[in-house]
Each structure stands twice: as C-alpha cells, then as structure tokens.
C-alpha cells in the first residue's frame, strides 16, 4: 500500500498509531498522536534515551526540537488534503523551560497557508499547557501531490516501513 492510501486510511479511521511506526524518528523518540475532536495531540513518553542533561534529568533540546518539527509535519499530512511529506524550509524554537523526563504534548496551529508554503505554530508542554516548555515556528513547503506533477510520495525518505 502507497503513502497516500495509507494516509487516506489513516485519515479516514483517526488510527494513527501504525503510519507513526513506520517513521524512522517518530519510532525512535516514541511518539505518538492522539486525535482529540478536530485536533491532533502528539505526545513523547519519557524515555532515559532522550535525556540530554542527566543530572537534572532533563530531555536533549534536539529531542524536543524533531519531536517538535515532526509534530507540525505529521500534523499538515494528517489534516490537509495533501499525500507528500512536506519539506521543512524554515525552523525556529524558542525554549522556554527545562523538558524534564515526563510525558510531552506538542499541539500545532496552522497560522497562515499559501498554495505552496503553510507557517505552523507547536506548542510543547508538560504538566500545563499555559507553561510551555518550548514554542516553535515552522515553514513547510507543499509537494506537488503524485497525481499532479509527478512528486512520488511513497519514495519519501520520511516514510517507509520498518525493515525496508
């Protein structure tokens, strides 16, 4: 099955879990979506793996950052009319507090969307959502779909199953 059936699929049942598995980093940092009405909430288990600072322990800026620019790319496949990946052009993040070893919860808005280009605001938490441990801003660019001029979504570097 291609990237945009599964997509589709996805979409269609809210189920998420197993298009996340087949992430490389998603699989790798354990994060996972949870559909909440019209919304999506990403969460990051805590994990020893993903500890930057050991003596706090607190999670590796790195770690919040992809979970963070994952989140927001995850986000546009899952809730635009779109089947490939978009491309990062822009990354910005603010961190604002230590992430300890806890759950995470990143939610994206979609602050502007052009034809090509969509500017997505993350916000990352852990105990309260009114005290984010990082915001960030992110300009993805939208792939021609593989229907149009010829981008093929199921060769994305992004996406593909485990083992392949």
């Known amino acids: 099955m291609?990237?945009?059936e599964r997509l589709l699929k996805a979409r269609e049942n809210r189920e998420f879990a197993r298009l996340l598995h087949e992430i490389p980093y998603a699989r790798l940092i354990g994060m996972s979506c949870i559909?909440?009405?019209?919304?999506?909430?990403?969460?990051?288990?805590?994990?020893?793996?993903?500890?930057?600072?050991p003596s706090l322990p607190a999670l590796h800026g790195g770690v919040i950052a992809g979970f963070m620019e994952m989140s927001a790319s995850l986000h546009i496949l899952l809730t635009q009319n779109t089947t490939t990946v978009p491309k990062v052009v822009n990354f910005a993040i603010d961190y604002l507090r230590p992430g300890r070893l806890q759950e995470s919860y990143a939610e994206c808005q979609?602050?502007?969307?052009?034809?090509?280009?969509i500017n997505v605001s993350i916000t990352a938490w852990q105990d309260y959502r009114d005290k984010p441990i990082a915001t960030a801003r992110v300009h993805l660019l939208l792939r021609p779909d593989p229907t149009g001029s010829g981008a093929n979504a199921s060769t994305s570097p992004i996406l593909h199953p485990p083992g392949d």
């Not at 909440?36 to 288990?45: A, C, R, V, Y």
């Not at 979609?110 to 280009?117: A, D, E, L, S, W």
């Open 110 to 117: 979609v602050i502007r969307q052009g034809k090509k280009i």
């Open 2 to 4: 291609k990237l945009g």
């Open 35 to 53: 559909p909440i009405g019209s919304s999506l909430l990403f969460t990051l288990p805590p994990n020893h793996d993903n500890v930057g600072n």
